[in-house]
Nanobody, 119 residues
Framework: QVHLAESGGGSVPAGGSLKLSCSTT?????KAWFRQAPGKPRERLAT???????TYEDSVKGRFTISQDPTRNSVYLEMTDLGPQDTAIYFC????????????????WGQGTQVTITS
């Protein structure tokens, strides 16, 4: 069983930046960030694999950066140029299957951290 814990959420003004962190209790091949806004389905934002290869959803490409620290089994999401549309609960997720991280289900989830963008 892999446990994940997010941190770094909060309230920031539009145009601002925020960096989310996620620690995991053991190594996983793929890590990802998702978010869920009120009344909307959860959406995959970014993924990163063991080798550092990344994928991004179009709406965050160029604004969000996913990175990892393999020595700490941690993954990060640096977010810039935030707007009201980015208000959501952000989740980190992981899986151990050695497949392309940009597709497929993720099996381990954190509890989420709230990000609120104020105008």
């Amino acid at each position: 069983q892999v446990h994940l814990a997010e941190s770094g959420g909060g309230s920031v003004p539009a145009g601002g930046s925020l960096k989310l962190s996620c620690s995991t209790t053991s190594y996983t091949h793929c890590k990802a960030w998702f978010r869920q806004a009120p009344g909307k389905p959860r959406e995959r934002l970014a993924t990163i694999g063991r080798t550092g290869s990344t994928t991004y959803e179009d709406s965050v490409k160029g604004r969000f950066t996913i990175s990892q620290d393999p020595t700490r089994n941690s993954v990060y999401l640096e977010m810039t140029d935030l707007g009201p549309q980015d208000t959501a609960i952000y989740f980190c997720a992981a899986r151990t299957a050695i497949t392309w991280c940009g597709q497929g289900d993720y099996h381990y989830w954190g509890q989420g951290t709230q990000v609120t963008i104020t105008s």
